[in-house]
């Protein structure tokens, strides 16, 4: 007699698939790592050329991360950043499912039946050139039924390459990867919500400890990391571990600024020669806060916290502090060129590229092009001359993050940029990759 409940192998091989991906996400630490591994192997699965996801908050759905192989690289580009939100409700395709709480599978977007409860907006597919077909949509619901997000995948591609339907396979195995998402995704997101809220007891004593400016920070590092550690033959699976971590260790550069008093970083005069060898310190309360490191993050966020004002040239501080000793009146050494560690090194970049482009109570925003020439200038002096590559090599990458994490504008207003590698690169709205 038949076995009456067969498993073929495909089906084997998608479960497999789903376990090992449980196993990878929760090696994961930062929300942007999580979702691009989610898409990268729900594509895998599905056989999608292309796929977005969008996240619930406030209650509106955030675009949040995309691929494309035909339009794009998934490694680093500007397109992951982003910057628009969609109404839940029937006016988009991934509103209606995160609205309904139920996948959404189209054939052909160009030949949709008369009943379909929704339309799909073409305005992606005319501005770009690219050829939606088929869409396979499905909410990322948590174990309380609530709704979190959507995972949106495009174009299942054949053995020739063509774009087909979704196959029932894969109707029915993506909720399984959008049940394991979902509790990744709510680990990340209280990940960078309490990191965030760290640096909110920062920004009491320093105003310009913002939670976008260290955002900015943070994914501006990452990104620098990802073609600098690409440039030097870094394991792919090494460099996006490293840059997993680097982006939340980035983020928490500045935090020892609470071991300093409100007299010297309030003071609005320039500060003292012993007020300032007093502020430098910051470094060290902050290297002090990981000094018994308990995993990866820790180590590199000592790392970062210590020696992101480390100068190339060995004209940075602290320079070696024996024992970490806080009360030392005066630190060793500073450290130069390659033996500072690199994700001090990036940071460093990416903090003082920051802090020139952004208004300050004694400053307004540098123009870029006075930025770049700084930066250029200071190529093999403050910075690391292939960092300095790297971060002009992916300007426009730097631009979009800008652009996403802004301290005065609401999102929907939020400007997004479409500059080319010249700093005078226009601005110009962005379509959503999806709908």
């Known amino acids: 007699m038949a076995d009456p409940c067969p498993c073929p192998k495909a089906h084997e091989d998608i479960v497999a698939e789903i376990i090992r991906v449980n196993d990878e996400l929760s090696q994961l630490k930062d929300l942007d790592a999580i979702l691009d591994r989610i898409l990268t192997r729900v594509r895998k699965v599905t056989k999608a050329d292309a796929g977005t996801i969008y996240l619930v908050k406030e209650g509106k759905l955030h ?5 494309n192989d035909t339009l794009f690289s998934t490694a680093v580009n500007k397109e ?11 006016t988009s395709i991934v509103g209606y499912v995160a609205g309904h709480g139920e996948l ?24 770009t050139g690219y050829r939606t077909r088929s869409i396979l949509t499905i909410p990322i619901k948590t174990s309380q039924n609530k709704v979190v997000g959507v995972i949106q995948v495009i174009n299942a591609k054949d053995d020739t390459g063509a774009s087909v339907p979704f196959s029932d396979e894969a109707k ?31 920004e009491l004593r320093d105003p310009s400890e913002t939670g976008a400016h260290v955002q900015r920070v943070g994914a501006y590092s990452a990104e620098i990391y990802h073609l600098w550690a690409q440039r030097k033959g870094v394991p ?10 680097i982006r939340i260790a980035a983020m928490l550069h500045d935090v020892g600024k609470v071991g300093i008093s409100d007299k010297i970083l309030k003071k609005p005069a320039k500060l003292t020669d012993e007020e300032f060898a007093t502020m430098r310190f910051h470094t060290v309360f902050g290297a002090k806060l990981f000094n018994n490191a308990t995993s990866e993050l ?17 004209k940075g501080y602290p320079g070696s502090v024996k024992n970490m000793d806080i009360h030392a009146k005066s630190a ?15 940071c460093a970049l990416a903090d003082v590229f920051d802090a020139l482009s952004s208004r300050r109570s004694y400053k307004p925003p540098w123009p870029d092009e006075k930025i770049i020439a700084v930066i250029k200038e200071e190529s093999g002096q403050h910075f690391d001359p292939d960092v300095v590559d790297c971060f002009l090599d992916i300007w426009d990458v730097i631009s979009a993050i800008r652009a996403k994490y802004t301290e005065d504008l609401p999102v929907d207003e939020q400007p997004i940029t479409d500059n080319s590698k010249a700093p005078e690169g226009k601005q110009t709205p962005s379509d959503p990759p999806s709908t």
């Not at 792919?236 to 971590?245: A, F, I, S």
Request: one cysteine or more; proline letters at 6%; glycine letters at 4%.
């Open 236 to 245: 792919e699976d090494d460099l996006k571990k490293t840059k997993d971590l």
């Open 63 to 67: 675009f949040s991360y995309v691929h």
């Open 80 to 90: 992951v950043y982003g910057n628009f939100a969609m109404p839940i409700n029937d």
């Open 332 to 346: 060793g050494k500073p450290m130069q060129g390659e033996d500072i560690p690199i994700a001090a090194r990036i």
């Open 298 to 314: 820790d180590a590199l966020s000592g790392e970062i916290a210590l020696c992101h004002h480390e100068k190339w040239n060995g």
């Open 104 to 127: 959404l599978a189209i054939d052909d977007a160009y030949d949709m039946p008369s009943d379909s409860p929704v339309r799909f907006n073409p305005a992606f597919d005319q501005k």
């Open 172 to 202: 029915q195995y993506l909720p399984l990867f959008a049940t394991t998402a979902s509790v990744a995704i709510e680990r990340a997101i209280m990940t960078r919500e309490l990191i965030l809220r760290m640096m909110q007891m920062a």
